[in-house]
Structures are given as structure tokens and as C-alpha cells.
């Protein structure tokens, strides 16, 4: 069993800045490929960005290229999501998931991940 913790969310203004952070215990971290996943009220969840177990290689979707940025510390066995130029549309509960093996091409769909973490909640106001 994996758990994860996220933390970091909370309100912020347009254009401002957060940092997320993805805790990680319970079995070994870092061969395990993580997510980061966002569902906003009355949507569907949908994937963020994801990073391989080494951290070489990275995935985002189009609505944050650019402005947010995934990394990991496997000797802190935590997981980060660097979020820039904050947009309402960004407003969600973001959570992070892991899963031990996935191929690339299914990085983006969460239900491939085995672990999820229970959220934390991202407010941007206008």
C-alpha cells in the first residue's frame, strides 16, 4: 500500500503562485510514476501533469504547459506541482496518484493509477 498526502492548496489571487506537495509513505517511492489530477465542481476529474519514476520525463496537459511544472524528490519521497499565472479555470481539488508501472501513452488517464491521495483545494479568484 501506498499513501499520499497532498498539501499546499488555498486562495489565491489571478497570476499568483502555489506550490503543491505530494507526501509519500509506505512502500518505496520512487519506483512508482506519479500524477496530478484536478476536478473542478460539476466536472469531470482530468489529468494535470505526471512525472516518470526517475523524473526524466514529463507530461502536462495543454491547459497548463508552461505555467505549472512537476518535479520529485525521491529522497523525500514527495512529489511537487509548481503552479505560475494562476486562472480562475484553475480552480479544483487537485490530487496526486501513483502507480507502480504504466505505460507512457496512459499517464493521462487516472484510472490506470493505483493510489490517490485525498485532495487539496486550489481557489483562484478573478
Known amino acids: 500500500q501506498v499513501q499520499l498526502v497532498e498539501s499546499g492548496g488555498g486562495l489565491v489571487q489571478a497570476g499568483g503562485s502555489l506550490r503543491l506537495s505530494c507526501a509519500a509513505s509506505?512502500?518505496?517511492?520512487?519506483?512508482?510514476?506519479m500524477g496530478w489530477f484536478r476536478q473542478a465542481p460539476g466536472k469531470e476529474r482530468e489529468f494535470v501533469a505526471s512525472i516518470t519514476w526517475s523524473g526524466g520525463i514529463t507530461y502536462y496537459a495543454d491547459s497548463v504547459k508552461g505555467r505549472f511544472t512537476i518535479s520529485r524528490d525521491n529522497a523525500k519521497n514527495t512529489v511537487y506541482l509548481q503552479m505560475n499565472s494562476l486562472k480562475p479555470e484553475d480552480t479544483a481539488v487537485y490530487y496526486c496518484?501513483?502507480?507502480?508501472?504504466?505505460?507512457?501513452?496512459?499517464?493521462?488517464?487516472?484510472?490506470?493509477?493505483?493510489?490517490w491521495g485525498q485532495g487539496t483545494q486550489v481557489t483562484v479568484s478573478s
Open positions: 496518484a501513483s502507480v507502480r508501472s504504466i505505460a507512457s501513452a496512459a499517464m493521462t488517464q487516472g484510472y490506470n493509477y493505483d493510489y
Open positions: 509506505g512502500r518505496a517511492f520512487s519506483p512508482y510514476y
